[in-house]
């Protein structure tokens, strides 16, 4: 399949399917950021976590039209707002999830996956009822248009090379909030035993509330960032949703290098085999990938190594 | 200090402590003893809200504490040592004792759980689950220490535990209950560890307190007959 180019060609190819690589790397990463904390703290596994994704990129889409209405002039600047308003809004209704529904299936972890599971088609009607079932997309702002010319054949989007930054800053982001802050540091008790967190006298439920949240709200802004890549459509998060899981399994829950090592290995696999072979062809030899490597190391690529 | 009136546990249908009084006053080690299975151990877990109790209830300072959870016991000054230890493994030495700060809102160790616990410091930049079982008993025991607690709570500290460090351990909790003159409940089986800290001996035996006596008067081989199989 290489024959047909040559060496520079070959470059070329490997560099610009190795940055489309890095915007899937930016969504994978973000949407099993969420995923990864919030099965780490509370076991539950979110079927809906693509929902609250794309709840983000319809928020993104809503601000998008309203400043086309009303503000023309802050166009330029409208992403940043709706990502705030991305975050806010899947994290509000993460909390609102984790309250009605969650909160009473601790109890039940496997139900909580039916549950969450339910809740992902609801959603997706509503998405349905509301937006309809075409997909939208949004309108970038000029300056986010355009490609950087790096040589006579290597072209890096504007727009790619935005929403990594943004990802790496949120990543950053959560690592602090995660490793050194007082907060990170109850919700990395509650993971690593639940009752005895409680007596040392951590809140649980509310450690729980807040991180559920979080991981709604970072799935939210992992919205956002897809609708610069893709169009937004009532299901568009279930083509994410498995290979999210996909990410924090390979990666090994509850470490955070490992999500990002696991993320970055298979979106990077994914679009650079997706251009020598067919989409499904690419999926395929990851899957396979992965399915060996976890045969060899079945805690994942990074997983702690202590006493228990 | 801390009042347990016909306290009543049971695990769904199954009652396991039928009503249990205690009282324990302030400044003073109590220690319970008695065989496995005979409720020591949901005693404590049901003082720390993580068993529930059916019926009866647990007055700290006046107050009952019975309905509350888990947290909420802790700010009221409830310190608990569980069985196991129970350690967060994959936590710094340093960030488990900070965990204890949650309900006191410091934010650093303060210098006196190092000075009970010197090996702590020396290690405090090392994984919990990296250390010994010794040194991570004395983790949790300062975890505890760290919130303040008005009654402090052991779950068979001595288990798993090398004999030289039993006797330091006896000493330092005699130290920590002098110093902050707060009441200890330790729940053990080893007999000599129990006399040499205890200022008065509790049996359990099946969900109820059997015998009681201080420890100037205590008929050691009385004790000794409840504990042997």
């Given at each position: 399949m290489f024959g047909d180019y040559t060496l520079g060609q070959l470059g070329s190819i490997f560099v610009m399917q190795g940055f489309a690589g890095l915007i899937l790397f930016s969504v994978?990463?973000?949407?099993?950021?969420?995923?990864?904390i919030i099965f780490g703290q509370m076991g539950v596994i979110n079927m809906a976590h693509?929902?609250?994704?794309?709840?983000?990129?319809?928020?993104?889409?809503?601000?998008?039209?309203?400043?086309?209405?009303?503000?023309?002039?802050?166009?330029?600047?409208?992403?940043?707002?709706?990502?705030?308003?991305a975050f806010l809004a899947s994290a509000a209704l993460g909390a609102l999830v984790e309250w009605a529904l969650i909160s009473r299936l601790y109890k039940r972890p496997l139900d909580t996956m039916l549950a969450t599971w339910g809740l992902s088609l609801m959603l997706q009607q509503v998405y349905r009822s509301v937006f309809g079932a075409r997909e939208v997309g949004v309108d970038l702002p000029p300056w986010m248009l355009g490609s950087w010319q790096a040589t006579d054949s290597i072209e890096i989007p504007i727009n790619g090379m935005f929403v990594m930054a943004l990802t790496l800053l949120i990543t950053i982001g959560v690592a602090i909030l995660m490793y050194k802050s007082r907060w990170g540091q109850q919700v990395r008790a509650v993971v690593q035993n639940r009752v005895m967190a409680g007596a040392v006298g951590i809140n649980t439920e509310r450690v729980d509330r807040a991180t559920f949240a979080l991981g709604?709200?970072?799935?939210?802004?992992?919205?956002?960032?897809?609708?610069?890549?893709?169009?937004?459509?009532?299901?568009?998060?279930?083509?994410?949703?498995?290979?999210s899981f996909l990410v924090v399994v390979f990666g090994g829950a509850q470490s955070l290098i490992g999500t990002i090592a696991s993320a970055f290995t298979i979106s990077q696999s994914r679009s650079t085999l997706e251009f020598f072979t067919s989409g499904s062809m690419a999926q395929v030899a990851t899957l396979i990938g992965v399915v060996i490597i976890l045969m060899i190391r079945p805690q994942g690529l990074f997983a702690t190594k202590v006493r228990r | 200090m801390l009042a347990i009136d016909s306290l009543r546990v049971a695990y769904g249908q199954s009652e396991v402590l039928h009503g249990i009084n205690i009282d324990v006053a302030p400044g003073e080690i109590l220690a319970i003893m008695g065989r496995n299975g005979m409720g020591k151990t949901t005693l404590m877990k049901a003082l720390m809200g993580i068993a529930k109790s059916t019926a009866g209830a647990i007055r700290l300072d006046g107050s009952d504490i019975a309905g509350l959870r888990s947290h909420e016991r802790v700010a009221r000054g409830v310190g608990y040592v569980p069985q196991g230890r129970m350690i967060f493994p994959t936590m710094s030495v340093e960030e488990n004792i900070q965990t204890g700060l949650t309900v006191t809102g410091e934010k650093d160790v303060p210098c006196d759980i190092y000075e009970l616990f010197p090996v702590l410091l020396e290690m405090k930049r090392r994984k919990g689950g990296n250390l010994s079982g010794g040194q991570q008993q004395q983790l949790a025991i300062a975890r505890a220490l760290a919130c303040r607690p008005k009654v402090l709570l052991l779950d068979e500290p001595t288990e798993g535990i090398q004999p030289s460090i039993i006797l330091e351990m006896a000493r330092t909790l005699k130290k920590i209950r002098d110093q902050r003159s707060l009441s200890i409940i330790v729940s053990e089986?080893?007999?000599?560890?129990?006399?040499?800290?205890?200022?008065?001996?509790?049996?359990?035996?099946?969900?109820?307190?059997?015998?009681?006596e201080d420890r100037a008067s205590v008929d050691e081989a009385k004790v000794a007959s409840f504990l042997s199989v």
């Open positions: 994978f990463l973000l949407m099993a950021l969420g995923l990864a693509g929902e609250f994704m794309i709840l983000g990129a319809y928020m993104t889409y809503l601000t998008s039209k309203l400043f086309e209405a009303w503000a023309p002039g802050l166009l330029a600047g409208y992403f940043f707002f709706a990502m705030i308003l709604c709200g970072i799935a939210g802004v992992a919205g956002s960032a897809f609708t610069m890549v893709g169009s937004t459509g009532p299901t568009a998060g279930q083509l994410y949703i498995v290979d | 089986q080893v007999l000599s560890f129990a006399l040499d800290i205890a200022d008065r001996v509790l049996v359990l035996e099946n969900g109820e307190v059997v015998h009681a």
